[in-house]
């Protein structure tokens, strides 16, 4: 079975400084890799996701994240972070199961709050 | 392009106590999701719908919890008799194929008394 880790409870960050949230899975195959966002009041929004190929996915917002294979990880990075993306961030993790369909497993979040 | 709808949006009731919930997905997606998720914590996948098929419920306390989706559109999710421990936002999602982007809904914050 798959599993998603975030090391990170909480991280505080400067307006304008470089951001990574750290992400940790444990699947057998390959696996696909989501980054969601939970902002104060709103649903979840996808951020980007990997399935296949560069292993350098670019999603919205500015949010970038490399796949390392050999590290079993999958961390979400920003240049330059701005005040409104103060908000919680999940990691998941899908695998196709034997039985022809999905799962999709949430990671526990890292909470995001950002100094002015 | 509606997103997914939810209702209600706040419920509070006491412990043994029943309570619905309704989400009507995004039109044309076939997959639907129910998540549980408690303060502090990532969704937890209580059921998944193909259509109008169940594909996982291994993490439904199916004692007390059971959904349905009529016709594979609209859903709904039931707890009863309700537990403190139910206390917790209940999200639906929906997608419109496998692995696809989930797109989920506002959410029901329940709190059970």
């Known amino acids: 079975a798959q599993s998603v880790t975030q090391p990170d409870i909480h991280i505080t960050v400067s307006e304008g400084a470089s951001l990574e949230l750290r992400c940790n899975y444990s699947?057998?195959?390959?696996?696909?890799l989501f980054w969601y966002v939970q902002s104060p009041g709103q649903g979840l929004q996808l951020l980007l996701k990997?399935?296949?190929?560069?292993?350098l996915v670019q999603g919205i917002k500015g949010f970038e994240a490399e796949f390392k294979r050999s590290q079993s990880s999958f961390n979400l990075r920003k240049p330059s972070v701005h005040w409104s993306d103060a908000a919680e961030y999940f990691c998941?993790?899908?695998?196709?199961?034997?039985?022809?369909?999905?799962?999709?497993?949430f990671g526990p979040g890292t909470s995001l709050s950002v100094i002015p | 392009e509606a997103g997914v709808a939810q209702s209600p949006r706040y419920k509070i009731i006491e412990k043994r106590q029943s309570v619905a919930f309704w989400c009507n997905p995004i039109?044309?997606?076939?997959?639907l999701y129910w998540y549980q998720q408690i303060l502090g914590q990532g969704p937890k996948l209580l059921i998944q719908?193909?259509?109008?098929?169940?594909?996982?419920d291994s993490q439904l306390p199916k004692d007390r919890f059971s959904a349905e989706r009529l016709k594979g559109v609209d859903s709904t999710l039931k707890i009863q008799p309700a537990k403190l421990e139910d206390s917790a936002v209940y999200l639906c999602?929906?997608?419109?194929?496998?692995?696809?982007?989930?797109?989920f809904g506002p959410g029901t914050r329940l709190t059970v008394l």
């Open positions: 999602a929906s997608s419109l194929d496998r692995l696809g982007e989930q797109f």
């Open positions: 699947y057998g195959a390959t696996p696909y």
């Open positions: 990997y399935f296949s190929g560069d292993t």
């Open positions: 998941a993790v899908g695998a196709q199961m034997k039985t022809s369909y999905d799962k999709v497993i």
């Open positions: 039109s044309g997606h076939a997959t």
């Open positions: 719908f193909q259509n109008n098929g169940v594909v996982d």
